[in-house]
């Protein structure tokens, strides 16, 4: 099992930028994909994006493309979320997963550990 706890959320005007960060503690992140989602208010929990184990694959919303990048850093156990020209509908909680395997995934279920996510709020 791993823990993920992850920040860097907040208020932020359309067109701004943050970058989320989640921090993992427990055995083997450096084994493990990871992933981003986010869920708005009233809607269903979404992929935004994923990165392999070793951080050569990444995958992506076809709504963040261009936008979001997705990073890792092993040694920090800790992943990123880069976020970029930022639109009033990305406003969600964002939440960190990971995978017991090495490839990433976009499913919800492919997913074993989850943080409590951090709230992301894009104001127009």
């Known amino acids: 099992q791993v823990q993920l706890v992850e920040s860097g959320g907040g208020l932020v005007q359309a067109g701004g930028s943050l970058r989320l960060s989640c921090a993992a503690s427990g055995r083997s992140f450096s084994t493990r994909a990871m992933g981003w989602f986010r869920q708005a208010p009233g809607k269903e929990r979404e992929f935004v994006g994923a990165?392999?184990?070793?951080?050569?694959?990444?995958a992506y919303a076809d709504s963040v493309k261009g936008r979001f990048t997705i990073s890792r850093d092993n040694v920090k156990s800790t992943v990123y979320l880069q976020m970029n020209s930022l639109k009033p509908e990305d406003t969600a909680v964002y939440y960190c997963a990971a995978r017991i395997f090495a490839l990433v995934s976009t499913t919800p279920n492919d997913y074993h550990s989850w943080g409590q996510g951090t709230q992301v709020t894009v104001s127009s």
């Open positions: 990165i392999s184990s070793s951080g050569g694959s990444t």
